[in-house]
Structure formats: C-alpha cells, structure tokens
C-alpha cells in the first residue's frame, strides 16, 4: 500500500497509514498540544513519524498513548520524551520487566521475513526501550489536552491483557489498537479468545454511544483501512465463533490441533488462536 498522508477521520483528529507493518498511527490535536497514538517500531520509523507531524501541525507531541506493549506500537517511546506517556498499568510494567525479552523476540519474528526485513532487524537492535511513565487501571481515565477530552477505555482482555482504547468524543473517533484487525487474521500470540469477542462488543457499544453526538463514528484499527461499527460486530462474531469451536472441543476432548483444525483461520493462526484459547480453558493464562 502507499503511504496517503494524514488524514482527518474527525475535527482534529488525523491518521496515517504507513506502508511498513501496515500500521496507522493517529494525531490529536488541540489548541496547543498534540497527543499521538502509538509509536512506531524503531528510531528510525519514529523519526519519520516526528517529521509527518511537523509538517501536520506545528504542536509539541505533550502525550502519548500505548495502546498495548507489541513492538511495533512502543519502540519509538523514546523519540517522544519529555512528552508524557499513558497506558495500561500491565502494558507498562510488561515493558519494564520484559523489555529485552520482547526485544528478543521481535528481532526473531523480524528475521524470519528475510533480506527485506534486515533493516527493522537493525532498527530494533538499536532501539532504547521506555516504557509509559503514566498508567490507567481498568476504569480507564480522562485526558485534557489543550481544552479537549480523550478517553481511555479498557474494555476487557483480547489482543492482549493491557490494551487500551483511545476515544474523542468530539470527534466521533475511536482509535482500537490491534483490538481490531483489518486487513489481515488477527493476531492471537497474546490473546484472551474467550473474552475478545465481548472486547469488541463493548467497541461497538462504545462507537454508537459516541453516534448519538457525532455521527457515525470511524474507528481506527492499529494496521489495515479505517473501519466502521458493523465491521467490529462482523469481527466479534467471527472471534465468538472461534472461542466456541475451542470450547465445544475441548470439552470433547479433542487436541488443540483436532480443534484448529476445525477453526475458520489460516492454519497458522488458528493453531495459536485455539492454543490460546485451550490455555484459558485450563486455567494456565
């Protein structure tokens, strides 16, 4: 895909689209700040990102929100500091006591994609990690950003059990994370297939409540196209229909390869989906 620029999903609120990982990042503005969503993977990509902002809006990047603790979404943390970084008490303390490992492990995953992945294998070689220096709870919180509201929603467990939802209500503007995937199977290495589903319904419910004053709203995955209500609820019935094979099978009991097997996923995904899932069923997650 091409890079297209920013672009304005809602009054002040931007998004753009990169071509690396396929990854959108949003911008918030306000009369004198500007909060970003997510960071990037590397200095590199982070640099690149602070040079897209200024030509965007000539604000200081005042917060910054993790929507989860995947690499491709907090390695750039330490482009952005003095700003101040929010996310969920267990994303931020994944970071802090895990760091290296994750590290680790996305310079593995990196260099199974071969010579064209070299350069995010070096990127993230290099990378100084910071984890958010401000945390929410499950409750959530408020943000004020130069006069505006920014809510931080966690509402529940499903890519992973830290991720937080960005909405601005003015706007009628959700940014979801990896929580919704466009664009390609979601992704389960972290997951809670048994609670995604009711994630994501409370993503629908959260998008119409904010229809009431907005319109309708856009929601913004953390990679793929912009979405709307419908496609989360097409979304949360395809992960309720995992979550139920996997429960349906082992209560037979059926393997967990017996299981994927039954699982509308690539095969791939769908080892690790019901892998997961089984896990939750045996009390081990």
Known sequence: MADEGWVELGPGVFRRRYAALDQGICAILADDALLLVDTRA?????????????????????????????????????????????AHERCARRLREDGERLR?????????????????VEGLAGVRIVPPDHTVGDD??????????????????????????????????????????????????DSFPLEWPDTLDAIAALARSMAEG???????????????VAFVERQALALRAVAATARACHAEGLTAGDAARRVDLPPAVAAVAVARAYAQLDGHI
Do not use: C, K, Q, Y
């Open 214 to 228: 907005a319109g309708a709203p856009a929601i913004a995955p953390g990679h793929g196209a912009v979405v709307d």
């Open 104 to 120: 680790g492990e996305a310079i593995a995953w990196a260099r199974t994609g071969g010579p064209g992945m070299a350069a995010l």
């Open 42 to 86: 590397t200095f590199t990509e982070a640099d690149e990102l602070l040079a897209d902002l200024r030509h965007l809006a000539p604000l200081p990047v005042t917060h910054v929100v993790n929507t989860h603790a995947h690499f491709d979404h907090v390695f750039g943390n330490a482009r952005f500091v003095p700003a101040e970084t929010w």
């Open 140 to 189: 959530g919180a408020v943000l004020e950003i130069g006069g505006r509201l920014v809510e931080l929603h966690h509402l529940g467990r499903g890519h992973t059990d830290g991720d937080l939802v960005v909405a601005v209500p003015d706007a009628g503007v959700i940014a979801s994370g990896d929580l919704v995937e466009e664009g390609a199977p979601p992704s389960f290495e």
